[in-house]
């Protein structure tokens, strides 16, 4: 919802008046251009862009290039030109004229890609969760993959802070579809793709809610034959690293390899270290008794379990991370190799030259990716 008021009036709630009200979708921007209201909403994890009259009238949307997102809207009251930056997983970021008055639109510049993109489809489905509720996301493959349960798959997630999966182009999963896989991105409970009361239905005791919408996710794409369980390996960082190490360990048989990049694993003594108390209102505090109960109850280093089959496992953390403690990954690659009764590797890599991952140079980014896709080659197929 937006509302009006005079200046003066601002901090006078009573004398706000609803201008555009409350409807589907989260409005993400709100701009004048040319005289219009131009609102940019993300409806089921993809952007829209709505253009109407400031009396509400001749309201149009405009017509996007494919599923995916709207980075940013800009323009002037006085011009009738708007613009826009979009990118999808198949569709590089660029920018895009948009004339509000005649409803044309053209590409202007965008990032070159020397790479086969034209062969690359981005399909949206929806599946139910354990306690049904219906979870959306993005499966990315060629299109002439055949659903024979043999393709090499790739499921990411993140599902915490108010943060949502939308499509974004990136080159690595262009490289992997090419090559024959498949590329899932999954919009979890604890994001930001259905608003506020979404992300509260996966934080604090909620926060089961954000792993069973995970392994829906996987035996939707197992019991509708895009892949099987030996090779489809799970990625996530941060608080997708948690993610992924939690589902690991409550269902270890269906997955061939994790990849869990600077990760929360010890979720009862990971306030204690760094600036990890900060993030208390997400998760809990462990020094609670009610909150101790639901944080040891997933807890992935505490549910390690002795005699077990473990996938394929690549954990990676940063001796400088100043944000989740390397002792996460460290304690977890021990516990593991320990408990494993598998032949399949668990690896450890800290490295002594990073952090948290912001700000780091290309040459860096490619080096870490290549790890990476090498150590999924490797486990679940080339």
């Known amino acids: 919802m937006i509302v009006s008021c005079e200046v003066e009036d601002f901090s006078d709630k009573t004398k706000w008046e609803e201008f555009i009200p409350e409807q589907d979708g989260t409005l993400d921007s709100f701009s004048i251009v040319g005289g219009k209201a131009v609102l940019e909403y993300q409806v089921k994890a993809c952007s829209k862009l709505e253009i109407m009259n400031l009396d509400l009238s001749n309201k149009y949307e405009v017509e996007l290039p494919t599923v995916g997102t709207v980075t940013s809207v800009t323009g002037t009251d006085d011009k009738p030109e708007l613009y826009y930056s979009f990118e999808s997983y198949a569709v590089p970021d660029a920018i895009y004229k948009f004339n509000i008055e005649t409803r044309k639109q053209e590409k202007i510049d965008g990032l070159k890609v020397d790479a086969d993109l034209s062969q690359i489809t981005t399909e949206q489905v929806t599946y139910n969760s354990k306690d049904g509720t219906p979870i959306t996301m993005f499966v990315v493959k060629n299109k002439n993959c055949v659903s024979d349960g043999s393709n090499k798959t790739i499921l990411y997630g993140y599902g915490g802070f108010n943060i949502g999966e939308t499509p974004t182009f990136g ?183 990073a952090g948290h991952g912001a700000g780091k140079p290309v040459a860096k980014i490619i080096e870490d990716t290549t790890d990476v896709y090498t150590f999924l080659r490797s486990t679940i197929g080339s």
């Open 171 to 353: 080159g690595s999963i262009v490289e992997w579809v090419n090559s024959g896989g498949i590329y899932v991105a999954t919009n979890l409970r604890g994001g930001s793709e259905y608003g506020e009361d979404w992300h509260r239905a996966g934080m604090l005791e909620k926060k089961q809610n954000v792993f069973d919408d995970f392994i829906g996710a996987a035996e939707y794409l197992i019991d509708n034959n895009y892949t099987k369980p030996d090779k489809l390996a799970i990625w996530g960082g941060s608080n997708g690293g948690l993610l992924v190490g939690a589902v690991m360990v409550q269902r270890p048989e269906l997955f061939g390899a994790v990849v869990c990049t600077v990760p929360l694993l010890d979720m009862i003594h990971y306030d204690q270290l760094k600036i990890a108390k900060l993030w208390r209102s997400e998760y809990g505090d462990p020094s609670d008794p009610e909150h101790f109960k639901f944080l040891y109850a997933y807890s992935p280093y505490h549910h390690v379990v002795d005699g077990t089959n473990y996938p394929s496992v690549f954990l990676r953390t940063a001796e400088n991370d100043s944000r989740v403690d390397a002792m996460h990954a460290r304690k977890m690659a021990a516990r593991l190799q320990t408990a494993s009764t598998s032949d399949s590797p668990i690896l450890l890599c800290v490295e002594d030259k």
